[in-house]
């Protein structure tokens, strides 16, 4: 097994990158992850890898092959924004990586996220474009070419709406600013982290990057991305999408997020549209049968009802954030119509057809 020791000399000129990286079992695909960071050129990087209580050796192995990573042993599964937080918590570079441990990156391409962050001081976070590993010429499912999402709160991105991945012919090359940046890699700012706060823990997994990306914007800080830098993605390795799991977070985080960042007279609005879809949500499950998206939802909405100290706590804390100002930017960031209806309705299944 090759011993891998990153370069101890850090660049004078670069500013240290952090890599975050959360890891819950699976060996074989940290070690590509890792192997292909330490192939990157750019020289001023720093790795954390945060256990979150393996039980197939994983600590011992990035121990042994890995010297130069600081390890974090977490001895619980903290989910992703737990193990990111606790990465961060021990990393000293000017900017965060939060990466997936289920990626492989194009050379070059964090030398591209920094030079975009870089260009602007009102940048607060980059996306690289991200690929399926499994069809390398798709975009993936977990951000595409960037997270976009609408204004009931939908989530999609750049290449992918739902479930469906477009072939990327370099049709949405040009750098733009997104509505947020995937959790499988995204470049961030340090002093946003230290203004706005770390992944809301309560989130567990799934949806946590959109709050985060939801509040650098209350904050006045803007996301894009970066198309030439590129990475390839497993996605659902750890969390395969067909677990009931899986379909919970989804369906509860982005009722927490939604409460949480938008103000009382935007949620007034919104929030019965977002209610009536999770009612035909429920309905379509019903038809096809997808009994654990139906139990999901169910949860999801009961979760909600029992813990209203909890979100108003959460609504108030954003409020003290927010800078009144940017509000309309940030809405203005939102897709004005329903992705859903536009989807399912219409058929408009690509970005580039969304009128």
């Not at 591209?112 to 390398?136: E, F, H, R």
């Not at 709050?211 to 497993?234: E, F, S, T």
């Not at 139990?295 to 609504?315: D, G, N, S």
Request: charged share 20%; aromatic share 12%.
């Amino acid at each position: 097994m090759t011993n891998h020791t990153k370069k101890s000399s850090i660049s004078p000129v670069q500013p240290v990158v952090s890599v975050i990286i959360p890891h819950f079992n699976g060996i074989e695909i940290l070690d590509a992850c890792l192997t292909s960071l330490y192939t990157d050129p750019y020289p001023a990087l720093e790795i954390v890898v945060v256990d979150n209580g393996s039980s197939d050796g994983s600590p011992d192995f990035v121990a042994k092959k890995y010297p130069s990573v600081q390890l974090v042993r977490n001895r619980e599964n903290r989910g992703f924004a737990g193990g990111c937080n606790d990465g961060m918590a021990q990393a000293t570079g000017e900017y965060y990586l939060i990466l997936n441990n289920d990626t492989t990156h194009k050379p070059g391409w964090i030398d591209t996220l920094v030079n975009i962050i870089q260009s602007s001081s009102d940048i607060g976070a980059v996306q690289p474009k991200l690929l399926s590993a499994q069809q390398p010429d798709h975009f993936d499912y977990s951000g595409g070419g960037g997270g976009l999402i609408d204004f009931i709160g939908y989530p999609f991105a750049i290449g992918r709406i739902f479930s469906n991945m477009e072939v990327d012919q370099g049709q949405y090359d040009e750098v733009r600013e997104i509505f947020w940046a995937s959790g499988t890699a995204f470049l961030v700012r340090r002093e946003v982290i230290d203004q706005v706060g770390g992944f809301d823990e309560d989130f567990f997994a799934h949806m946590e990057e959109i709050d985060l990306c939801w509040r650098m914007q209350n904050a006045g800080w803007i996301i894009k991305n970066a198309p030439q830098a590129v990475v390839w993605h497993h996605s659902g390795w750890t969390l395969p999408p067909d677990r009931y799991r899986k379909k919970y977070l989804n369906h509860r985080n982005n009722l927490i997020m939604l409460i949480k960042n938008y103000p009382w007279r935007y949620l007034a609005l919104v929030f019965p549209l977002r209610i009536a879809l999770e009612g035909v949500a429920f309905v379509f499950s019903a038809l096809i049968r997808d009994w654990k998206r139906m139990i999901a939802i169910i949860h999801a909405a009961l979760w909600v009802l029992v813990h209203p100290h909890t979100l108003i706590k959460k609504h108030m804390a954003m409020k003290n954030l927010r800078d009144v100002s940017a509000l309309h930017k940030v809405t203005g960031r939102m897709y004005p119509g329903s992705v859903f209806f536009q989807y399912f309705l219409k058929g408009q299944k690509r970005v580039s057809d969304l009128s």
